[in-house]
């Protein structure tokens, strides 16, 4: 019933003389029939100085975000810190090389962090057993990963809800959200004197479906003591 | 005061081990979630117990051989030895795989007593257990004397009625399977059964509420709960048709689902909720499976789904002759022993919840999937270098749970350590490079920890970089008393034109690339 009703308005919208009016019903309409489970709901939070890179300001959960550039490893870190402050667990697929003082600087919440250090060959079936138990998977890969692998744990990710982030080399499918750090500039060093306090980066991200709009953001990662920060309130 | 049910308890010891199919004489054990929870006879001679942690267990008995518990497979493997006792009386309750019940009153007076009854169900037992392993019974009032004389029984033990709470009186008070109360009642002194049932009821009714007071029932002889006058209205069971009848055990675990839902749902709306829920299918040609389940906290749907799929797979994949003709046509859940929902608190603060079991159950997997050493987790440990405070250790040799990573104030600052943001990389092999000054000499650090000109070039394996910032030398010399353990060193922070900052050290004269900031 509620359907039927929202195409006929929508119908003689076009050219109707209370233009407006019929607009506001039709959104009233829109709102009722709506599924009682949103969207916005299946997401994981992101850490307030990264909303803007995210369609809707959340990171929507069964996705895979790749991130690239000069600081992929500091964004990807940053991006798994909302979730994990929310008490989600975390995993380090390969990363063993990570900092781990600078993953916890970052946010990330290390009594909840698990760090796999499978074989190459060993790989997509160690992702595999973790999408589902754990929300947050950062993998930064050594070797190539194979399309029908990428396919298939893409497919899963849908599944059970879990995030990807893969740092650096280029998801074989193309990521759902892709964010690459294309300048960055540190602050706090100068030359024999000072010492590395934060860094002032240009994040451009594209991606797919609602990611796929450019966008761009300023912002400070790490900010002064490990978290992204605004440009902003800093300068 | 009315006597517990008398009761016929029959155990297979080391089940979990009897389904790995594996030989009982050497040395195996079953883990779960890191712990062993069955271990063989040949296993426990090494002294590997129940509860140990996976590498203790090792450390114990190198050659120890560990699998996974496979919980479908104990039951699908129990059902045929469930189903002798079918012809005794058609009420049989599966507590877990390798445990079951019945009521013994009624078989008795048939067969001709208890010890009659005991050796008719252990001869039948027997017979398919087919020296697996062992078949121990025991009778006695209430399901829990019951149990605990089968374990204790050689191969038979009959406890004559009302002597229940004088057997009970001299065991252990770890027995009630209840740690934070008996923890307790052990700083009070009380270590036995019986000691326990001598205090007051309604004392332990004030001081531990109902749950002490049905470990105190239990204690003293008596049945857990009060008995409870209602009993369940028969429309409390829900059943569903299966149309075309099903042949396929996921199908029909898929249709129990959806009613153990509707079961909850029913319970729920009452105020009540079950802890023994009767699973019945019938197939096309009218025959009929029914078993009954018990579960400590509340069955949920999946854990009646799980109940159902063992339920049927043992059926429909048994001998020959047990084996229904046709697909199965319906499927009812009856809930059997009900009791007032008090409902469970899930911890609120910290504690447990369900996304770190997730977690745990995760990290077990892949320990058996990839080896122990491949599944890390953070540990504290001192160091100068702040990036080197926290270092990866196997997750087995920890407790995931509940962990804390706050080192407290039990260490001291570290003088020399650079501040935050911390190296996002650590280089495993730190990359040798050479560090040039504008005339392209090496740079060197004098004794007083100068620089000996302002470096401008750093050459990363063979490609030139130019310098656009840095800091330091941050000299540190630790153990300089000790010639072998001695750590002499200069570290740089470094900026080079593309906007990628390192983290430089000197030893020994070469320079050496161990972290950067990604």
């Known amino acids: 019933m509620a359907h039927r009703h929202a195409r006929n308005l929508a119908v003689d919208t076009l050219d109707g003389p209370h233009q407006a009016v019929r607009r506001a019903q039709l959104e009233l309409v829109a709102d009722r029939v709506a599924p009682l489970a949103l969207a916005r709901e299946q997401t994981l939070p992101v850490h307030g100085a990264l909303t803007s890179l995210f369609p809707g300001g959340a990171l929507r959960r069964g996705v895979v975000v790749g991130v690239g550039g000069v600081g992929a490893t500091s964004l990807a870190l940053a991006v798994a810190a909302g979730p994990s402050a929310a008490g989600s667990w975390t995993a380090f697929v390969g990363g063993t090389d990570i900092g781990l003082a600078a993953a916890g600087e970052h946010g990330v919440v290390l009594e909840r ?23 947050m998977i950062v993998i930064s890969p050594r070797h190539r990963l194979r399309e029908t692998d990428a396919r298939r744990i893409g497919s899963r990710l849908r599944e059970r809800g879990s995030v990807l982030v893969s740092i650096g080399s280029q998801w074989p499918v193309g990521a759902d959200v892709q964010l690459d750090v294309v300048e960055s500039r540190w602050c706090g060093i100068g030359i024999g004197h000072g010492v590395l306090q934060s860094r002032k980066v240009t994040i451009a991200g594209g991606g797919r479906g609602a990611a796929a709009q450019p966008r761009s953001l300023d912002v400070l990662l790490p900010g002064p003591g490990g978290a992204p920060h605004p440009v902003a309130t800093v300068d | 005061m009315i006597a517990p049910v008398r009761t016929l308890v029959a155990w297979c010891p080391d089940w979990p081990l009897v389904a790995t199919g ?67 009386t058609p009420r049989v309750e599966v507590t877990r795989p390798g445990t079951c019940a019945l009521v013994s009153r009624g078989p008795s007076r048939y067969f001709g007593g208890d010890d009659a009854v005991a050796d008719l169900a252990r001869a039948r037992m027997a017979e398919v257990v087919g020296g697996r392993t062992d078949v121990r019974i025991g009778v006695a009032d209430g399901p829990f004397a019951a149990e605990l004389a089968a374990r204790g029984a050689a191969p038979i033990r009959v406890l004559p009625p009302g002597t229940t709470a004088e057997f009970l009186a001299p065991m252990n008070i770890d027995l009630l399977d209840r740690p934070d109360l008996t923890g307790v009642l052990r700083r009070l002194g009380i270590t036995t059964l019986g000691a326990f049932a001598q205090l007051p009821a309604n004392d332990v009714l004030a001081r531990f509420g109902r749950e002490g007071q049905g470990a105190h029932r239990l204690a003293s002889g008596l049945e857990e709960r009060l008995p409870d006058a209602r009993r369940p209205p028969a429309d409390w069971s829900v059943s569903a048709e299966i149309d075309p009848p099903a042949d396929r055990i996921d199908r029909v675990a898929f249709v129990a689902r959806s009613i153990a839902d509707e079961l909850h749902r029913r319970l729920g709306r009452d105020g009540v909720t079950c802890v023994r829920v009767g699973i019945r299918a019938e197939t096309e040609h009218g025959e009929e499976l029914i078993r009954f389940w018990r579960h400590e906290g509340m069955l949920s749907d999946a854990a009646v789904a799980d109940r159902v799929r063992w339920q049927l797979d043992g059926w429909l994949n048994g001998s020959a002759v047990t084996r229904p003709s046709g697909g199965i046509t319906s499927i009812a859940l009856v809930p059997d022993e009900l009791i007032a929902a008090t409902g469970r608190q899930l911890g609120f603060w910290g504690g447990e919840t369900e996304v770190d079991q997730r977690a745990m159950r995760v990290a077990a997997r892949l320990q058996g999937q990839l080896g122990t050493e491949t599944v890390l987790v953070p540990e504290f440990r001192g160091s100068r270098h702040a990036h080197e405070q926290l270092t990866l250790i196997p997750a087995v040799t920890v407790e995931l749970a509940g962990r804390s990573l706050d080192p407290g104030e039990e260490t001291a600052p570290w003088p020399g350590s650079l501040p935050a943001p911390s190296p996002t990389r650590l280089l495993l092999d730190p990359v040798v490079v050479e560090v040039l000054d504008e005339s392209g000499a090496v740079i060197e650090v004098t004794g007083r920890g100068l620089l000996s000109a302002p470096p401008a070039r750093l050459i990363v394996k063979g490609q030139r970089k130019v310098v656009s910032g840095w800091s330091g030398p941050w000299p540190i010399d630790e153990r300089w008393w000790d010639v072998e353990a001695q750590c002499r060193q200069a570290r740089l922070q470094l900026v080079t034109a593309d906007g990628r900052a390192l983290l430089v ?9 161990t972290a950067r900031w990604d």
């Open chain 2, 22 to 88: 594996v030989p009982l004489d050497e040395p195996s054990v079953v883990v779960f979630a890191n712990r062993v929870i069955a271990a063989s006879p040949g296993a426990r001679a090494h002294g590997v117990v129940r509860g140990l942690r996976r590498r203790m267990a090792q450390a114990r008995c190198p050659e120890l051989s560990i699998h996974d518990r496979d919980e479908a497979k104990e039951a699908r493997l129990f059902e045929p030895v469930v189903a002798v006792l079918d012809d005794i």
């Open chain 1, 113 to 135: 962090l698990l760090v796999v250090d499978p074989e190459p060959s060993a790989w997509p079936s160690a992702v595999a057993a973790l999408i589902g138990a754990v929300d």
């Open chain 2, 505 to 513: 050290v000197l030893e020994a004269g070469v320079w050496r690339v």
